[in-house]
């Protein structure tokens, strides 16, 4: 079975502070790992998918970054409106040909004017 | 590019009622969906699957005569919560995708049963 873990789970950070989530995955041959921004009280927004070890992809202040093990989601100079839960998601071979995702926990990230 | 609209955002009914929600592909053809239910602080929990014209494939501990889940078309899935009470009280998102591209999803539905 395909396990997601998300560290930590909350982080706040000040402005321009940059730092880093994690996402550790345990998964029996990896499809894909997807990052997802979540707002309160809105679904999820796809970020990025990363596919094979080394790989690595970038969006404004955020990049993520892709191991046999876990996955980071840098966060350079944050800003304020960076502030959301960001989700990691795994798709392995026993998702089936429908391809699910199994989502960690999420980490709650705050951004401090 | 690739949106999904979802609807109704909030519904409040009593208990006993079937409520229906919308998930629309807008821009793209979505082979399959995917229904999920968000507790408070917790992750997403797939609730079922749906490809176009099949019936929906549902995750172990989910009711499917509880949880109606239609998918028409190509742009349109159905999830209709039959007779809700309210331990069906939760946050919705529906999802979809094409093919092999990464999931999309709405903005959820706040489900609300007195």
């Known amino acids: 079975e395909d396990q997601v873990t998300q560290s930590p789970e909350a982080l706040r950070l000040q402005e321009g502070e940059s730092s880093s989530l994690n996402c550790s995955y345990t998964?029996?041959?990896?499809?894909?790992l997807f990052w997802y921004r979540q707002d309160p009280g809105k679904g999820p927004e796809f970020l990025f998918t990363?596919?094979?070890a080394g790989e690595e992809k970038e969006k404004e202040r955020l990049k993520a970054t892709l191991t046999k093990k876990e996955s980071f989601l840098h966060i350079t100079a944050p800003k304020p409106e960076d502030s959301a839960t960001y989700l990691c998601?795994?798709?392995?071979?026993?998702?089936?040909?429908?391809?699910?995702?199994?989502f960690g926990s999420g980490t709650q990230l705050t951004v401090l004017p | 590019g690739a949106v999904v609209s979802q609807h109704p955002s909030r519904v409040i009914c009593k208990s006993g009622t079937s409520v229906k929600i919308e998930c629309r592909s807008l821009?793209?053809?979505?082979?399959?969906m995917f229904w999920y239910r968000q507790f408070p602080k917790q992750s997403l929990m797939l609730m079922a699957t749906?490809?176009?014209?099949?019936?929906?494939?549902?995750e172990q501990g989910v009711e499917k005569d509880k949880f109606l889940i239609n998918h028409a078309s190509l742009t349109l899935s159905t999830l209709t919560v039959t007779s809700a009470h309210p331990e069906d009280s939760s946050f919705y998102i529906c999802?979809?995708?094409?093919?092999?591209?990464?999931?999309?999803f709405g903005d959820g539905t706040r489900l609300s049963i007195l």
């Open positions: 999802s979809a995708s094409h093919r092999n591209q990464p999931q999309h």
């Open positions: 998964v029996s041959g990896l499809r894909g």
């Open positions: 990363l596919y094979s």
């Open positions: 998601a795994v798709q392995s071979p026993s998702s089936g040909s429908a391809r699910q995702l199994t």
């Open positions: 821009d793209f053809q979505a082979t399959t």
């Open positions: 749906s490809n176009e014209g099949s019936k929906a494939t549902y």
